[in-house]
């Protein structure tokens, strides 16, 4: 947000140096980013009187200029300059470079300029003693066809930019940067920030004075309004100026706006702007002979509905956007741009001013929906002056008269549908303010603090014995104060934060915070993955929508049908256009990243979340968003992905190089679950097909089927969309899962050492070579679980001795008790577990 030092002193006077000013306003809360200087530096230049003019004896395009220099008075000092501008002649003020003064003149017709000293010099023979300045020349206008001529009053030898300054178009401006925060939109103009100003320096604050119009009258009698959503438009005003010479703008109207970064367009727009920088309210002016039907209504578009705007795009506004139409259609995007089709331009006469209250959530939503900002847009978002459309509109009326020379139609068109708004009144207790601030203020000290930004005590009653209870009327220009806590906010900014006194002892909990058990094992498991050599990553969650889709592979088969990737609305580029809806693009780029600069064994981890867009049921986007935007529907949830390539070992003296194998990825899960200690957790082979971005592999699941995640070798074609030469394997895994299936959420168990002896044996079974290991494991222990405390694969067979498609697999069992084992009880056991491989796999047991 521009505020531009001049324009603010208009307001008010302090008597601040730009330092002290933008200190104040910062210690204020509103925080000044930077303080620029703007416009040319006029060091040197003077007011001068041209005495006479007469040819120069050797040139015919020049004259010879004695020009007055002095104070004014008849004795003041006259320098001879010469001069080829056409328009010079004897008697004008002049702005004047003597010699010596340094100017930044044009430098070629690109816009740049270039510092240049004024010298005495010999022009054909003859002495030229300065510079007599044209307004392109100082930079203080775009005429370069002959010299700047001030006016008839302007005293001699004055430095012209005082000159200027007095006349409300200094040249040069200290303009202040403020990051302004969402919450104030009534510092969103210089008279906002003034009123601040005024109230931190205990300065007055002065208006500009302003009629208001009643309503009624000539305008209501050539213009009607009507406004068909109320909710979105709760007042619409509007007032006429007829037979305007729409010129350019005076001097100082366009120092105004170059001075906050606009561009002077003609002098109706240019007001209409002026004002809104001035107040905060946005105003809009319509060619009045384009409004056909002599109405204005107000309504939102029940379908896509082109319109062209003001830039000369050609934009669709979807269903839900509100628009200011005319009888016939649509001529503004309320609240964002007009329309060309209404558009004030040199040739207009009659204008229609237009000022409005228009609901924030309205106008953002249309400006997201069609990728427009404007500055009408920033201030009708964060919300305006509910109770300010009047004064606006009757302001710059006024101006566009004053300025054109046009008329004010008697009258106006105040459209409130639900009537005036009530005001807000919250209750503040000094009390309190003094507990929560530490200070010693007086009640009468807080109200004067208050009533200074324009808060109103409406009453005051007793509410304990030695307290004093106020209600405060909160100003419509404040939609962010609404309760005890924003008003105690309020006293302590404007009393001065570096006032209030650090406490004596600051009261500390009884005990520290706990950390979150899922938390705390992130960093445990993030500390281990680290210390078996991996290196963690962090990625964009960002990617071009194609290679989003290209990773959108249902994960552990619970995918809907209709599942889509999430896609931003209104993305900075195409390459952060949606939400990755798994963690292995950013592993493989940061993959490709390494492999390019020489590392060739990569083993890397990343926590982060996954988004993807479903139609199962969940959280929905509805209400207001619907106007614009179907229903949907977002699915995010936190994942843990480990992915290795290259050499895992070295070669060697006595070693051979080994390649990170699909056992390697494996064996990195079964560590992290071993590490989590989560039980009962199964993993079931998959092929070809099954997984888009994974050749084959195994997906995990937990206690209960619940899925955990997925681990495989990465597809060769993933692999090579990312420049990766030779095998990627890779393990997704879904983070709050396994932090839910953990036993260190769960709760820790001591189990003291058994005191019985364990009984041992060994058994070997032939199955087909496609049933996995795994699953036999699993039936062992199920078929054992009373006495069986672990079963162990050991071997894996297949050739001579074995039949064809077949393999034969050995485990090691051990069964213990609390007690002594017997023989016999342990080889009932085991023929349990034999009797269900056989039903089970179709088992054979090896001798």
């Known amino acids: 947000m521009k505020i531009s030092r001049h324009w603010l002193d208009q307001y008010v006077a302090t008597g601040l140096s730009d330092e002290d000013l933008a200190e104040t306003l910062t210690m204020g809360g509103l925080e000044v980013d930077a303080a620029e200087q703007a416009g040319p530096s006029l060091e040197g230049v003077v007011v001068g009187r041209v005495e006479q003019v007469r040819p120069h004896p050797n040139a015919d395009r020049l004259v010879l200029c004695d020009v007055r220099l002095g104070n004014g008075s008849d004795t003041g000092e006259t320098a001879q300059i010469a001069c080829g501008a056409p328009n010079v002649a004897e008697g004008q003020r002049v702005p004047v470079a003597p010699a010596g003064t340094e100017l930044m003149l044009p430098d070629g017709d690109d816009g740049e300029r270039a510092p240049v000293t004024i010298e005495t010099t010999d022009l054909r023979g003859e002495r030229s003693e300065g510079m007599i300045c044209s307004a392109h020349e100082l930079g203080v206008g775009e005429d370069a066809s002959g010299i700047m001529v001030l006016a008839s009053d302007a005293p001699v030898g004055w430095p012209l930019a005082d000159h200027l300054a007095e006349r409300g178009a200094a040249p040069s401006d200290t303009v202040f940067n403020i990051d302004?925060?969402?919450?104030?939109?009534?510092?969103?103009?210089?008279?906002?920030?003034?009123?601040?100003?005024?109230?931190?320096?205990?300065?007055?604050?002065?208006?500009?004075?302003?009629?208001?119009?009643?309503?009624?009258?000539?305008?209501?009698?050539?213009?009607?309004?009507?406004?068909?959503?109320?909710?979105?438009?709760?007042?619409?005003?509007?007032?006429?100026?007829?037979?305007?010479?729409?010129?350019?703008?005076?001097?100082?109207?366009?120092?105004?706006?170059?001075?906050?970064?606009?561009?002077?367009?003609?002098?109706?727009?240019?007001?209409?702007?002026?004002?809104?920088?001035?107040?905060?309210?946005?105003?809009?002016?319509?060619?009045?002979?384009?409004?056909?039907?002599?109405?204005?209504?107000?309504?939102?578009?029940g379908e896509t509905t082109p319109l062209t705007t003001l830039d000369g795009t050609r934009r669709e506004a979807p269903p839900g956007t509100l628009l200011v139409c005319d009888a016939e259609r649509p001529v503004a995007l309320a609240g964002v741009m007009g329309g060309a089709n209404s558009e004030v331009t040199a040739a207009t006469t009659d204008v229609l001013i237009e000022s409005a209250y228009f609901a924030p959530r309205a106008i953002r939503r249309a400006a997201k929906a069609l990728d427009l900002s404007t500055d009408a847009s920033y201030r009708f978002e964060r919300g305006v002056n509910r109770n300010g459309q009047v004064w606006a509109a009757a302001r710059a009326a006024a101006l566009i008269a004053e300025i054109t020379a046009g008329e004010v139609v008697p009258g106006l068109v105040d459209e409130q549908p639900q009537g005036p708004p009530e005001l807000r009144t919250v209750t503040l207790r000094p009390a309190r303010v003094n507990d929560v601030l530490g200070t010693d203020l007086s009640p009468s000290e807080m109200g004067s603090l208050l009533t200074s930004v324009g808060m109103k005590v409406s009453g005051d009653r007793p509410d304990e014995p030695g307290e004093t209870t106020f209600s405060y009327v909160i100003p419509p220009f404040r939609p962010d104060i609404t309760r005890e806590e924003d008003l105690i906010e309020e006293v302590a900014r404007l009393h001065g934060y570096d006032r209030i006194p650090a406490p004596a002892h600051v009261p500390l909990p009884a005990r520290p915070p706990r950390e979150d058990p899922a938390r705390r094992l992130r960093r445990r498991l993030r500390h281990r993955l680290a210390g078996m050599g991996l290196r963690e990553i962090q990625t964009n969650s960002m990617l071009p929508i194609e290679q989003a889709r290209q990773f959108l592979a249902p994960e552990n088969g619970e995918g809907a049908p209709n599942d889509d990737v999430a896609q931003t609305l209104n993305p900075i580029s195409e390459a952060m256009a949606a939400l990755r809806p798994r963690l292995l693009p950013g592993a493989l780029a940061a993959m490709r990243f390494n492999r390019n600069r020489g590392q060739a064994g990569l083993r890397l981890f990343e926590f982060g979340h996954v988004f993807r867009r479903t139609d199962r049921p969940g959280p929905t986007i509805s209400g207001e968003a619907s106007r614009v935007m179907p229903l949907r529907c977002y699915a995010e949830r936190e994942a843990l992905l480990m992915a290795l390539a290259g050499p895992v070992r070295p070669g060697g003296w006595g070693t051979d190089a080994r390649e990170a194998d699909f056992y390697d990825a494996k064996g990195l899960v079964g560590h992290v679950l071993a590490f989590l200690r989560v039980e009962d957790a199964t993993m079931d082979p998959f092929g070809t097909g099954a997984d888009p971005n994974f050749a084959y592999g195994l997906r995990l699941a937990g206690p209960g089927g619940a899925p955990l995640g997925i681990v495989g070798k990465v597809s060769e074609g993933d692999a090579r969309s990312f420049d990766l030469e030779g095998e990627v394997f890779a393990a997704e895994l879904r983070w709050e899962a396994l932090a839910e299936a953990a036993a260190p959420v769960r709760g820790r168990r001591y189990e003291p050492p058994r005191r019985f002896p364990a009984v041992e044996r060994d058994l070997a079974v032939v199955v087909a070579q496609n049933v996995p290991a795994g699953a036999l494991r699993r039936t062992i222990e199920q078929a054992g679980a009373s006495l069986l405390a672990g079963a162990r694969l050991f071997d894996v067979y297949a050739g001579e001795g074995v039949g064809d498609g077949c393999k034969s697999l050995a485990f090691a069992l051990r069964f213990q008790a609390d007690r002594t084992l017997e023989d016999a009880e342990v080889d009932a056991v085991v023929e349990r577990i034999v009797s269900s491989l056989e039903e089970k796999h179709d088992a054979t047991l090896r001798g």
């Open 180 to 301: 302004l925060t969402p919450n104030r939109p009534d510092a969103a103009s210089h008279i906002g920030v003034a009123r601040d100003l005024a109230a931190l320096t205990d300065a007055e604050l002065e208006w500009p004075e302003v009629v208001s119009p009643e309503e009624g009258g000539e305008t209501a009698e050539a213009v009607s309004v009507q406004i068909e959503d109320a909710e979105a438009c709760p007042r619409y005003a509007a007032m006429l100026v007829r037979s305007v010479e729409n010129t350019e703008s005076p001097a100082w109207l366009k120092a105004r706006l170059t001075a906050v970064g606009l561009q002077p367009r003609n002098a109706v727009v240019d007001v209409a702007n002026f004002v809104m920088h001035e107040c905060g309210q946005p105003l809009h002016t319509f060619d009045f002979s384009k409004i056909r039907g002599e109405k204005i209504t107000v309504r939102t578009a």
